[in-house]
């Protein structure tokens, strides 16, 4: 199991751009898929974007579909969320996730989870 820690969040204005990260340790990084979640107050946590050992499929919800891009750096053992064209229904707590099997991540029950940290937008 490895440890997530996810980094970059903070306030920003609708229409802005935020860059996430999250750093993995006490694993091998290559051999996960990773994905990025996402918990608004009052509401379940979603799924947002997923990525591939390797990083060839990157499947994103419709939500962020042509705004966010998943990646991943193997050699750093990061995974990247970058958040363009930012909405204030983005607002939301965005969690780093890591499993062997990508499924598992697009159905919310990933091996790993990160700490959190918060994105919001303002209008």
């Known amino acids: 199991q490895v440890t997530l820690v996810e980094s970059g969040g903070g306030l920003v204005q609708a229409g802005g751009s935020l860059r996430l990260s999250c750093v993995a340790s006490?694993?091998?990084?290559?051999?996960?898929?990773m994905g990025w979640f996402r918990q608004a107050p009052g509401n379940e946590r979603e799924f947002v974007a997923g990525?591939?050992?390797?990083?060839?499929?990157?499947p994103y919800a419709d939500s962020v579909k042509g705004r966010f891009t998943i990646s991943r750096d193997n050699a750093k053992s990061t995974v990247y969320l970058q958040m363009n064209s930012l909405k204030p229904e983005d607002t939301a707590v965005y969690y780093c996730?890591?499993?062997?099997?990508?499924?598992?991540?697009?159905?919310?029950?990933?091996?790993?989870w990160g700490q959190g940290t918060q994105v919001t937008v303002s209008s």
């Open positions: 990525i591939i050992r390797g990083g060839g499929s990157t």
């Open positions: 996730a890591a499993d062997q099997v990508l499924h598992n991540i697009r159905v919310l029950t990933p091996e790993s």
């Open positions: 006490g694993g091998t990084f290559s051999r996960y898929a």
